[in-house]
């Protein structure tokens, strides 16, 4: 018996602490309704922030002038980290220190689809950036991640090299 197919289409920014909550909860539900579905995700790109420069910027100076309530963004982080623990995993939604721009990460997550490991490539972003607190807006970090997630190096590279690859991504 075939299980029928579902096709999801998760759109998130790699520096969005609700998407990365939201993409581990994903992943945990489709592993729970694997035996009666087919579940093949297909990741979008969104920029929270598309006006960044290519070099991104400070996080905390950031955050600072956008959410100027302190109380209010230690609420909402500790909301974020209540609602990964609830999806089974921990994390600091305060901890990474850059905020990059994220097209160069979008473009090696739109190459993973196309090499057929866009699953591994958008987790290695995210862990690369969440958890082991590594500049996702830099094209060597980025080849890194590429390469353990399956994609070839000199492709990644080609990729991350091309305005109409990023052009691409931005609209």
């Known amino acids: 018996m075939t299980r029928p197919r579902m096709i999801v289409d998760i759109v ?3 520096v969005c602490p609700w998407c990365y909550v939201g993409v581990k909860s994903f992943l945990a539900s489709r592993d729970r309704l694997a035996g009666d579905f087919d579940i093949l995700p297909r990741f979008r790109p969104y920029q929270l922030n598309p006006g960044l420069p290519t070099a991104g910027v400070d996080r905390h100076a950031f955050y600072a002038r956008k959410f100027p309530d302190r109380e209010r963004l230690a609420a909402a982080r500790e909301a974020v ?3 990964a623990r609830l999806s089974g995993f921990a994390f600091n939604p305060a901890a990474p220190a850059h905020l990059p721009n994220t097209v160069k990460a979008h473009q090696i997550i739109r190459l993973g689809h196309f090499s057929g490991v866009q699953e591994a490539a958008v987790l290695g972003v995210y862990r690369a950036f969440w958890d082991e607190l590594r500049d996702i807006g830099d094209a060597q970090t980025l080849v890194s991640i590429a390469s353990a997630a399956g994609i070839d190096e000199g492709l990644a590279a080609a990729a ?12």
Do not use: V
């Not at 091309?162 to 991504?169: L, R, T």
């Open 12 to 14: 998130s920014d790699i």
């Open 81 to 83: 980290q209540e609602n």
């Open 160 to 171: 991350l090299g091309s305005p109409e690859d990023a052009a691409m991504i931005e609209a």
